[in-house]
């Protein structure tokens, strides 16, 4: 029972120009969402959060948006730069008891060619 | 200065047999988690310790049996290995577990049961 889906396996877009990676939730209990980026061989890493009481969340060149009526969120990189070439896995959470506990989806690999 | 470490990094062991994965972080952190990643790459919280008491029990088999000498550590130890739990067990941590936190991930063991 997938709760948190990416649908894109992979994505590959040229350096500088716009990355978008989607999520897609089912549980529409989930009211916290976030973003992580994973290398190869290390652990995820923390990139942006959105609360569902906002749309939209912006820090550098990541942006989140977060549209609840469709359950959908997107991050959108840019300009891409190579060095963003990783597995991105969106990830979501609700209130209440467990409220730490975080539901990733499968993950999206990103190419940026040079 | 590695915030959240994981030894061994790699695992290969027979079936049946008993392993034990360690987990420490210095940041001062009081709630850490285990997460496992199979084969179709979901990352999935297995248990989360706050204060060296167990807060998330997922429907995890009865051999893995997670343990918390001190807030700083949380070990996993798993009995009579089978060919499933191969997986990357990642091991996390956040300040107080909730959710606008960050979880920092250490890098992973890899597990591999024969």
């Known amino acids: 029972d997938q709760q948190v889906k990416q649908n894109s396996p992979s994505l590959s877009v040229q350096e500088g120009r716009i990355s978008i990676l989607n999520c897609d939730y089912t549980?529409?209990?989930?009211?916290?969402f976030l973003w992580y980026k994973k290398y190869p061989a290390e652990g995820p890493t923390f990139l942006i959060s959105?609360?569902?009481?906002?749309d939209k969340n912006e820090d550098g060149r990541f942006t989140v948006f977060l549209n609840k009526s469709a359950k959908h969120l997107s991050l959108h990189i840019v300009p891409s730069q190579p060095g963003d070439s990783a597995v991105y896995f969106c990830?979501?959470?609700?209130?209440?008891?467990?409220?730490?506990?975080?539901?990733f989806g499968k993950g999206t690999k990103l190419s940026v060619i040079p | 200065d590695t915030a959240v470490s994981q030894t061994p990094k790699y695992l290969v062991t027979q079936m049946g047999n008993d392993k034990s994965i360690k987990c420490e972080q210095n940041?001062?952190?009081?709630?850490m988690y285990w997460y496992k990643q199979d084969s179709k790459k979901f990352l999935k919280i297995m248990f989360s310790?706050?204060?060296?008491?167990?807060?998330i029990n997922e429907t995890v088999p009865n051999r893995f049996s997670p343990k918390s000498p001190d807030k700083a550590h949380l070990n996993l130890h798993i009995n009579s290995l089978e060919l499933g739990d191969s997986a990357v067990y990642f091991c996390?941590?956040?300040?107080?577990?909730?959710?606008?936190?960050?979880?920092?991930f250490g890098p992973g063991t890899r597990l591999l049961v024969l």
């Open positions: 996390a941590s956040s300040p107080t577990g909730t959710r606008e936190e960050t979880q920092y």
């Open positions: 549980n529409s209990m989930f009211d916290y």
């Open positions: 959105i609360s569902s009481i906002k």
């Open positions: 990830a979501a959470s609700l209130s209440g008891a467990g409220s730490y506990q975080l539901t």
């Open positions: 940041l001062g952190h009081d709630t």
């Open positions: 310790y706050n204060n060296k008491e167990l807060i």
